[in-house]
């Protein structure tokens, strides 16, 4: 937890946290089907519109298809263009992922909080801080992209992915986003699989 955090981060914390939503009670607790609806909906049309841009990228980088604007860019931007798609596809489809694997396996403990959106200041901050990063290399620092190092990334980026989505179905209804204070009575201690 962070010791400080700045107004504005607690401002931006307290809109994923629903923070003055109490008078709509399908928005006022995590519980509520608003916040499930809401979170979901808003995840998918950024994950499908992110989807949408990869096919003209993906086309142009590797010369199959020109399409305008993409095919009037320099490589490298492109590159970068297809990188920056790629990461809000990995990081829409893991907030999507933690809800639905949980649905799935552990239904009792679904909420909205299940997405992790909103989980903590120090997770907003991280997340805001890659994209100020990025987009700072992205219009000053092109010529510092390097594409092999972005494909192991990718390449770690899935293999995390799929540990976790393994591990959180092995442990099925003893898994929980939250450290548990005490035990629960369906709770097993799983000593195998991932």
Not at 81 to 109: G, K, R
Request: include cysteine.
């Amino acid at each position: 937890m962070i010791k400080s955090v700045p107004p504005w981060l607690e401002w931006l914390q307290g809109r994923l946290n629903f923070k003055g939503w109490t008078e709509y009670p399908q928005f006022s607790t995590s519980e509520g089907i608003g916040r499930v609806a809401l979170i979901g909906f808003t995840l998918g049309i950024i994950f499908g519109v992110h989807l949408l841009l990869l096919i003209p990228l993906f086309l142009c980088q590797w010369d199959i298809y020109p399409i305008p604007p993409f095919n009037t860019m320099d490589p490298t931007t492109v590159q970068m263009l297809t990188q920056w798609v790629a990461y809000v596809l990995a990081l829409t489809f893991f907030h999507l992922a933690e809800f639905f694997v949980t649905a799935v396996y552990n239904p009792s403990v679904t909420t909205a909080d299940s997405f992790m959106v909103n989980q903590s200041e120090a997770y907003t901050l991280s997340a805001l801080s890659s994209w100020i990063e990025f987009w700072v290399r992205f219009l000053f620092l092109p010529s510092t992209n390097n594409t092999k190092v972005a494909f192991i990334g990718l390449l770690i980026l899935i293999l995390g992915q799929a540990c976790r989505t393994l591990a959180m179905k092995t442990c099925g209804e003893s898994f929980n986003h939250l450290i548990q204070q005490n035990k629960k009575n369906n709770h097993i201690l799983v000593t195998e699989g991932m």
